[in-house]
């Protein structure tokens, strides 16, 4: 399927007379394929990263413009909906297929090696984050009614399963909608969202050797809870999420901390809608997005402003720039940029 090229949709937003107005621009990009985009990554301004569905992996080198897609050979018919790159070259995918496999490129996705198999059958891997070169972290849907979490210190070459973790309440689940419920700071604090029958914050202060659980009131369900974790700092972070069958549905579905995790408060003023992805691509700013639609925080998730019913499940910000790239169906793919007027 050809989609639109280049195609520019200038949003602009005014929060109140007193904070600043951001102006939002879409920019759809013209990708070879069809598949669903569950993740992406932005490793600088023109090196960007994407996979999802028929066992796709997606690259760009110029910002966009032009794409390359290929299929890690074998995984046709699994999903890619866990993904990290480091540049160019090196990039990490994990499937959702019960082997629980992941694979990484060195030559720009021109071959995989499979660098992990899970051991135990039912994995479903839903995101990975590292929080360095060296030191990254990816979780499975719970097995045998714990938490099941990876752990790589050699830049995701091996990895090994950590032992300390909780046990999970029955029905509980990580949601595997854009890679994002995952946060893993560079000082070492994990922060882990759930839903299903609880929506709960899942927390590690020391790289994963203890944990414990935060309660929240974000709403349940069957489709329902924390979505998607974001920290802009070490001690500002966001959570979302909603229900993903019924998106409108009343209730909580995005929080906030100013005190490194510790304490979380529901936001006065919500999403309009579920969100299944939150990104800060500035300090106290937060991008949040859906199939339904998007919205921004500039008081560090306290406030949510509608921006529009653009959808897509998946963003990350570029590294230092008021600039996103986001991910959705049907290979969607566009680039956003960011500017703010007082």
Known sequence: MNKPGLCLITLLFLVSCSESAYHFDFMEANTPGTSSLRAIMAVDADIVWASGSQGMVYLSLDGGLTWKQ?????????????????????????????????????????????????????????????????EGIAISDPIDDRIFVLRTEDGGLSWKRLNTLPMS???????????????????????????????????????????SFTETPVMTGAS???????????????????????????????????????HWQAAQNMPAAYRSCVVSPGKDLFFAIGKTGCDYSTDGGKNWVYIDSTGYYAASPVPGHKLLYVAGSEGRVAKVSLRNEK
């Open 224 to 262: 329902a809870g924390l979505f998607s974790v974001s920290f802009s700092g070490p001690g500002t972070g966001v959570a979302v999420g909603g229900d993903f069958n019924d998106p409108e549905r009343k209730g909580t579905r995005a929080i906030f901390t100013q005190d490194g995790g510790r």
């Open 70 to 134: 290929g299929a890690v050979p074998g995984c046709g018919e699994t999903e890619f909906r866990s993904l990290h790159a480091w540049d160019a070259e090196r990039a990490l995918v994990f499937d959702v297929s019960p082997s629980g496999r992941a694979f990484m490129t060195s030559d720009g996705g021109a071959s995989w090696t499979q660098v992990y198999s899970s051991p135990a059958e039912g994995a479903f891997f839903n995101s990975l984050k590292f929080a360095n070169d060296l």
């Open 169 to 211: 309440y029955e029905g509980e689940i990580n949601f595997a909608a854009s890679n994002t419920c995952i946060e893993y700071l560079p000082s070492g604090k994990i922060f882990i969202v759930t839903g299903g029958t609880k929506s709960r914050i899942l927390c590690s202060f020391d790289d994963g050797k203890n944990w």
